[in-house]
């Protein structure tokens, strides 16, 4: 069983940058991507950046297309989040996820909630004005 674990949240103002980690450990061959998604204070979760394994293939938010990167460190054995220019509207709890896309799926589905099943206990990223 594939187990999450984030780290790198915090504090920062805007303009500011941080990054974020998820440590997997565990192996679950039908597992074919990761992804960061956030929830905000009273909104749903949602989407923010995938990597397909293979390929490397990325897909980001309209939100964070531009200022954030999603990599994989096999090396690791971890998926970053780097987060640059951040804004207020970033501020947000931000969960690591393993999921199985099917085959031929696009940026849509691969920010849709329902293809992951393997979720980390979430980081705090908070950015002041």
């Known amino acids: 069983q594939v187990q999450l674990v984030e780290s790198g949240g915090g504090s920062v103002q805007a303009g500011g940058s941080l990054r974020l980690s998820c440590a997997a450990s565990?192996?679950?061959?039908?597992?074919?991507?990761m992804a960061w998604f956030r929830q905000a204070p009273g909104k749903e979760r949602e989407g923010v950046a995938v990597?397909?394994?293979?390929?490397?293939?990325?897909y980001y938010a309209d939100s964070v297309n531009g200022r954030f990167t999603i990599a994989q460190d096999r090396a690791r054995n971890t998926v970053d989040l780097q987060m640059t220019s951040l804004k207020p509207e970033d501020t947000a709890m931000y969960y690591c996820?393993?999921?199985?896309?099917?085959?031929?799926?696009?940026?849509?589905?691969?920010?849709?909630?329902?293809?992951?099943?393997?979720w980390g206990q979430g980081t705090q990223v908070t950015v002041s004005p």
């Open positions: 996820a393993a999921g199985t896309l099917p085959h031929g799926s696009g940026r849509y589905e691969a920010l849709e909630l329902e293809y992951y099943n393997i």
């Open positions: 565990g192996y679950n061959y039908m597992t074919n991507c």
């Open positions: 990597v397909v394994f293979v390929g490397d293939t990325t």
